[in-house]
């Protein structure tokens, strides 16, 4: 069986369209070194997605290896950089990097399809902005990343496990939203967005209960254009499914 989990879906996938996860433990992430942020249950992968792991994934992919990056020197050179979670098939990744070169993107996600469909995407529109993590997005958290080195962390469209039972499996738990921000410098943006209004709710009192975090809006944000609007979500807008998108701050000082 895989390990107890919680994932997250991509902005241009319905809320439905990956396997259901299960929890991580909620016990503080000091204390569970062994709990996953996902559940890996590989897809089929297309020849397609297949041939762009065989040729793309040495250079764009980074290892996971515990151990601080050096950003400028993956990227190399000096910019914003923002972290993405969960990017599904990454076609919303791909248009987000090609439509804001100066800024480069940390992308992770652990289903090896998804990471062939970006590969792909990376390569047809020869973007040089984004490196690819195939690898549990709480340990890169802990082990990768600096303190304060983020200028923004992108969630997309989170699995919203809708039964009441199994709402302490969501993504956005306060041990996770603490986590994010010690990874933020002052007054960079945590981006969350989802087309489940309970859940919405939830995220809302989650961010704000984060002292180091602050809206900024009163409550919901209108969608930024720095979010492409996927197919799923016009769909959803047509068959009166509200999307909501949460942009939280870190504070400075």
């Not at 993590?133 to 923004?152: N, S, V």
Request: hydrophobic share 40%.
């Amino acid at each position: 069986m895989p390990p107890e989990t919680v994932e997250t879906k991509a902005a241009d996938e319905p809320a439905n369209a990956k396997p259901s996860p299960t929890p991580a433990a909620e016990l503080p992430f000091p204390q569970r070194r062994s709990v996953r942020s996902f559940v890996l249950r590989q897809g089929r992968v297309t020849q397609a997605q297949q041939r762009a792991l065989d040729q793309l994934a040495s250079q764009w992919r980074l290892p996971y290896a515990p151990g601080l990056l050096d950003l400028d020197t993956t990227f190399g050179r000096k910019a914003a950089r923002v972290l993405e979670i969960g990017f599904g098939m990454g076609e919303s990744t791909a248009e987000i990097a090609a439509a804001h070169p100066h800024i480069d993107y940390l992308a992770v996600e652990v289903h090896t399809p998804g990471v062939g469909s970006l590969l792909a995407r990376i390569g047809e529109l020869q973007l040089q902005n984004i490196r690819i993590i195939q690898h549990d997005a709480i340990e890169i958290l802990e082990k990768m990343i600096a303190p304060e080195a983020l200028d923004g962390v992108n969630v997309f469209f989170p699995d919203p496990w809708p039964k009441t039972r199994h709402h302490k499996r969501r993504l956005i738990q306060p041990p996770l939203v603490a986590l994010l921000a010690s990874r933020m410098a002052p007054g960079a943006i945590l981006h969350c967005a989802t087309d489940w209004l309970e859940y919405a709710e939830q995220m809302l009192a989650v961010l704000r209960a984060e002292p180091t975090l602050e809206n900024t809006v009163t409550d919901y944000a209108p969608r930024p254009e720095a979010r492409p609007q996927t197919k799923f979500e016009s769909r959803g807008l047509r068959l009166g499914h509200g999307v909501r998108d949460l942009l939280f701050r870190k504070r400075s000082g």
